[in-house]
Antibody
């Protein structure tokens, strides 16, 4: 059973960098894409971006200038950095398993496994 | 970006009712539409993928359909555990986008 677990500081000061890591257990990080998704309190879901096992990334244009997603295959985890945060970045941040790409042919375009979520508050 | 218009935003229903939630996309996306259920304090859970395929382990009272750019999630007979918020999500292209959510209340 695949499990994902987010970790990182729950409080970040304005203008600083939000950093989260998602550790994957029960399966390999290879052959899949892995996404970050966020949800401000009481609001809907926003896709932040994804990364695959080879380091290929794709970011939401609304956040692209401030986001970096990276992967560490040796630790079976991937990470999110969001720079220059403001109060508007306060949200629950989820990591999720995304597209399945065996042999460079991709299918299964959905988020089938999610982490429990990490609340990050931006405040001084 | 592909815009997702989900309706209604909230819905009151009773156990045993049949309910329908609709998601309209701003352009054709084929069948690349997924449905998720989210309960308070929990991550979303995948229910339906590629418009009408039921994820393994999801009760058969959940179903999905498509007509052009209109997608529908139907719950045939509401159970107490179904009261939650439901989201549609397009997986046709990036940025992936979600509907605004439908809060299904007792």
């Amino acid at each position: 059973q695949v499990q994902l677990q987010e970790s990182g500081p729950g409080l970040v000061k304005p203008s600083e960098t939000l950093s989260l890591t998602c550790t994957v257990s029960g399966g390999s990080i290879s052959t899949y894409y892995w996404s970050w998704i966020r949800q401000p309190p009481g609001k809907g879901l926003e896709w932040i971006g994804y990364i695959n096992y080879s380091g290929t990334t794709n970011y939401n244009p609304s956040l692209k200038s401030r986001v970096t997603i990276s992967v560490d295959m040796s630790k079976n985890h991937f990470s999110l950095k969001l720079r220059s945060v403001t109060a508007a970045d306060t949200a629950v941040y989820y990591c999720a398993r995304d597209v399945y790409c065996p042999n460079s042919i991709c299918r299964d375009y959905y988020f089938d496994y999610w982490g429990q979520g990490a609340l990050v508050t931006v405040s001084s | 970006d592909i815009q997702m218009t989900q309706s209604p935003s909230s819905l009151s229903a009773s156990v045993g009712d049949r309910v329908t939630i609709t998601c309209r996309t701003s352009q054709s996306i084929g069948n690349n539409l997924n449905w998720y259920q989210q309960k308070p304090g929990n991550a979303p859970k995948l229910l339906i993928y590629v418009a009408s395929s039921l994820r393994s382990g999801v009760p058969s009272r959940f179903s999905g359909s498509r007509s052009g750019t209109d997608f529908t999630l139907t719950i045939s007979s509401l159970q107490p555990e179904d009261f939650a918020t439901y989201y549609c999500q397009q997986a046709y292209n990036t940025p992936y986008t979600f509907g605004q959510g439908t809060n299904l209340e007792i």
